[in-house]
Nanobody, 126 residues
Framework: QVQLVESGGGLVQAGGSLRLSCAAS???????MGWFRQAPGKERDIVGA????????YYADSVKGRFIISRDNAKNTMYLQMNSLNSEDTAVYYC????????????????????WGQGTQVTVSS
């Protein structure tokens, strides 16, 4: 099973930027990955997803045009570049992984993923 560790969260002013990283180990070959976030009292929602190949990506409407998801398979690491942050982006951010035999497949439902990181807090001050 894939083990995931997120990093890069923190406190940032509105309009600022952060880059999250998700380091994967153990069985990372052929894994589709995704970023989710969960604010207090709310459900865990998809932020973005990326195929194993990196050739397909998905973004939630709320972050489209501001966030960029990418991955470096040689480093077993996925990234989330977050720009133009606002208070609604405040949440715990989780990365997730799903083994797949389809190199261009993406998954966006939390129940699709079997491996999760511990989460990293992102707080945007207004």
């Amino acid at each position: 099973q894939v083990q995931l560790v997120e990093s890069g969260g923190g406190l940032v002013q509105a309009g600022g930027s952060l880059r999250l990283s998700c380091a994967a180990s153990g069985g990372t070959f052929n894994t589709a990955m995704g970023w989710f976030r969960q604010a207090p009292g709310k459900e865990r929602d998809i932020v973005g997803a990326i195929s194993w190949s990196g050739g397909n990506t998905y973004y939630a409407d709320s972050v489209k045009g501001r966030f960029i998801i990418s991955r470096d398979n040689a480093k077993n690491t996925m990234y989330l570049q977050m720009n133009s942050l606002n208070s609604e982006d405040t949440a715990v951010y989780y990365c997730a992984a799903k083994p797949t035999g389809r190199m261009n497949a993406i998954y966006i439902r939390p129940q699709d993923f079997g491996s999760w990181g511990q989460g990293t807090q992102v707080t945007v001050s207004s």
